[in-house]
């Protein structure tokens, strides 16, 4: 299994949250579905199951045509922290994801140790354009490995989906 340190955990937040700080243009309109330009570079979304196991909050950033980072926030008695890396397929209103990352869950309490899963991403979003710019909802495959059951040398798979609402800016 994975192991981290909270020290080097803690260097994997900072670095991801750095990249909400990269270079923003301001926007006086919208974007638009059918500019050819990806004016959107930005997503926040609220994930029902997935990678944050229950719920989650996320944050994705395109880094460089059409992949991006995404890193999340949830709690479950622990606090979970689902980080992806992702690429589109597909047009801009219709777009397949397929993406790996992981799981961490760190423990409130000292005496228990940072679990980690594997996870995959394999979904379907759909982009749609409202008044107050761009917005997508998402339903997603997203398998869990790891030691689920709590036994020192058990790995398994748990089959896992979600669905996602949030807003491109």
């Known amino acids: 299994m994975l192991q981290i340190s909270r020290r080097n955990l803690v260097f994997l937040y900072l670095s991801l949250y750095g990249l909400t700080f990269l270079p923003i243009s301001a926007q006086t309109d919208p ?3 059918n500019q050819k330009s990806n004016a959107a570079q930005n997503a926040f979304f609220l994930e029902a199951g997935g990678s944050g196991f229950w719920y989650s909050m996320n944050y994705e950033r395109v880094l460089f045509g059409r992949q991006a980072a995404r890193i999340g ?9 689902p980080f992806l890396y992702n690429v589109f397929v597909g047009s801009q209103t219709h777009q397949l994801e397929l993406g790996l990352g992981v799981t961490f869950l760190i423990p409130i309490s000292t005496n228990e140790k ?9 979904s379907y979003r ?38 996602s609402f949030g807003i491109l800016y």
Do not use: C, H, M
């Not at 926030?73 to 922290?81: D, F, N, P, R």
């Not at 409202?130 to 058990?154: A, H, Q, Y």
């Open 31 to 33: 974007p638009q579905l």
């Open 73 to 81: 926030l949830t709690y479950l008695g622990s606090v979970g922290i």
């Open 114 to 122: 940072i679990q980690s899963y594997a996870t995959g991403n394999l």
């Open 126 to 163: 759909w982009v749609f354009s409202t008044e107050t710019g761009l917005n997508f909802l998402r339903i997603s495959f997203t398998p869990l490995v790891g030691n689920l059951s709590g036994k020192s040398s058990d790995i398994s798979i748990l089959p896992w989906g979600g669905i």
